[in-house]
């Protein structure tokens, strides 16, 4: 497993002659925060299974603790959250360490911005240097004071609402991130939040939330959804089972596709409509993606994926409203169309240039650097496919310490026809820890390079 103690490892990737057998992904990331997160705000004891022990969100689970629940690890992925229940967060006597997780510092600054209570966050340098004042807007509107450096960064100090208003607000940006803040700080306002979403963005927090038993509506509207959120239930502990994350099988379900002789399965993958859209693409580039057995297990749909190799892949062009239903995989999804025959033209997609890089600055380099022909804009980029002539690799690609441009250029270099080596790879552990052991399972030949 990576040391993301060190961060700076050099990785290489090699050349791959197939992939073949079962990958056993992690649990999903976002599930597994607002698990932990709702989980705390329950009085009693939470069973959690297959959480995603990734860095992202064992910085949840501190976060957490620090606020007065008990979180205790019984094995691997087996965890019980003793909550403080809804309005119980006790006030933090340290500042709390986000790290690299935007999911993690927006969601939690939500959960405690309607308590009577203290709390400063933080994070690295990519998180510090992420937009804030998406979430800390509405959390004013609650009657929370925050105050962070310029153009509301972290480290913020956010001073929680002593007597909630609740709120009605209609969300600016698609982002699951702003719209869960304000339904954890719903939470503990009186009376009913309103969140207004135009654009459909990933639903796990109002799924959770109904199943803990706390009131929510969806109101399907002419210009999108409502959601009414009923403020100071009494939240019931549950058994939750997290399904596997859908952006982390998108490394060997595309690694499968561009590798020749390769037959990659995945089970019991999360298979949310506001998560799928990766599948969707590549089935309408021509990839031989079969999806089985498609099922609902604990309030999230769930399937099975077999990948194989997929020489005829072509380019199409993928329509901004999918954007925030594969925010995460527009880096391999750009990867997959370096191979295809044609032009891909990815819009509506400006979100990307705030993620944890700016990730269409950091795959229009690494694809060019390869010798790919891309063109970007503000909020698109359009990848030039290089066909049956393939990639041909020999570089050291910059991940600009975000882990799914790490992981990125490692699925590019098991396709291209030299190795592609990749900076700071130790990122991969903030999402997944088992990616290179996973990767080398199915046969890869990814490596660290001792310097
Ligand atoms: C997430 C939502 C997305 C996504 C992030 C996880 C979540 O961010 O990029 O990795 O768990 O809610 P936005 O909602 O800000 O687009």
């Known amino acids: 497993m990576l040391n993301i103690q060190k961060s700076n490892v050099v990785m290489k990737s090699s050349p791959s002659t197939g992939l073949s057998g079962c990958a056993d992904i992690p649990g999903d990331k976002s599930v597994s925060h607002r698990s932990l997160i709702v989980g705390a705000m329950t009085v009693g004891e939470t069973k959690i299974k297959g959480l995603l022990e990734g860095q992202d969100v064992l910085d949840t689970v501190g976060a957490m603790r620090q606020f007065g629940a008990k979180v205790v690890q019984h094995g691997s992925g087996e965890w019980s ?15 709390i360490n986000c790290g690299n997780s935007g999911t993690a510092a927006r969601l939690i ?30 959390l004013i509107l609650f009657g929370a004071h925050c105050v962070g450096r310029s153009n509301g960064h972290l480290p913020m100090t956010v001073k929680g609402a002593v007597d909630p208003i609740p ?16 339904l954890f700080a719903g939470l503990n306002a009186p009376g009913k939040t309103i969140v207004i979403e135009r654009k459909p963005t990933r639903d796990h927090t109002e799924r959770m939330l109904k199943q803990f038993g706390a009131h929510i509506e969806i109101i399907e509207t002419d210009d999108g959804c409502e959601i009414h959120l009923s403020g100071q239930p009494e939240l019931d502990p549950q058994d939750i089972v997290i399904a596997r994350d859908p952006s982390s099988a998108a490394f060997p379900i595309c690694a499968a596709l561009i590798v020749p002789n390769s037959s990659v399965f995945v089970s019991g993958v999360g298979l949310n409509p506001a998560r799928s859209g990766l599948f969707t693409t590549l089935q309408e580039m021509g990839a031989d993606l079969t999806i089985k057995n498609l099922r609902e297990e604990a309030g999230e749909p769930v399937a099975d994926l077999l990948a194989c190799h997929s020489p005829d892949l072509r380019g199409v062009s993928v329509p901004p409203e999918r954007a925030a239903s594969m925010i995460d995989e527009y880096p391999v999804l750009s990867v997959v169309a370096a191979f295809a025959e044609g032009r891909t033209d990815m819009q509506g997609i400006g979100e990307l240039r705030v ?68 900076d700071n790879a130790g990122s991969i552990a903030t999402s997944f820890p088992e990616f290179i052991s996973l990767m080398n399972g199915l046969g890869a030949d990814i490596q660290e390079v001792s310097e």
């Open 355 to 422: 993620k944890e890089s700016d990730r269409i600055l950091a795959m229009v380099d690494v694809l060019r650097s390869n010798a790919v022909p891309v063109e970007d804009g503000p909020d698109w980029l359009s990848v030039i496919g290089t066909g049956k002539k393939g990639v041909i690799g020999g570089t050291v690609c910059r991940s600009r310490f975000d882990h799914r441009i790490a992981m990125s250029c490692l699925i590019l270099g098991l396709a291209s026809q030299k190795p592609i080596s990749v």
């Open 81 to 95: 959250v003793f909550g403080v229940g809804v309005g119980g967060f006790a006030e933090p006597s340290q500042a």
């Open 109 to 138: 600054m939500g959960a405690m911005a309607s308590t009577p209570i203290t709390a400063t966050f933080y994070g690295d340098a990519s998180l510090n240097d992420r937009p804030m004042n998406r979430v800390t807007d509405p």
């Open 167 to 182: 709120i009605r607000y209609s969300v600016p940006v698609p982002s699951a991130q702003i719209k869960s803040a304000i």
